[in-house]
């Protein structure tokens, strides 16, 4: 019941070096700034000719660290077709924008994160949310996890991108950090 199988057979299509230089292109391994708050640097290793090692790096289980913030950046740039926004701690206040990835890109990612949540995670489990996300379960290795949910709503009253990441829980992405985005974006869009 995991993709982590699709996924792994992917990355061994690709290559290590392919896609730690995606993982730069998308900011992921960088360092941004949040309102003169810099944030810590993300690192994805290429994984070289090892086919197993490039597997685990194309599910994110190699030596792979993502920060929050960066992915937040990467999930408000494919519901802005592409373009992201820099975030701001204050409402209403633009720290730029930035072509992240191809318009294309974006709206193929934005079409299957929202069948993502359709099919697989169940829209009725986020009433009234135009959701579009991917869960993500880290394995960190003395039995817990960190347990990822990522994407962004499309509501236009509230066109918002999340992510929640819960650190060292005995759950996955959809049942423990899931939740927690349902009901902050529940109370974000209807009071």
Known sequence: HSCNCAFANIA???GGDTIAKYARMYGLTETHDLSGIETAAGSVES???DMTSVAWEGIGQYNDLVVPYSLLRMMGAIANGGTVTEPSILAGKSNGSER???QSTAERLSEMMSYNVEYNYGAGNYPGLEM????GTAEIGDGTNNAWFAGFITNSD???AFVVM???TNGSGYSVAGPIANTVLQKAVFG
Request: charged letters at 20%.
């Open 166 to 168: 819960v650190e060292r």
């Open 132 to 135: 579009h996300a991917k869960t």
């Open 47 to 49: 994984a070289g000719t």
């Open 12 to 14: 061994q299509q690709v």
């Open 100 to 102: 992240l990835m191809k």
């Open 158 to 160: 509230a066109p918002l």
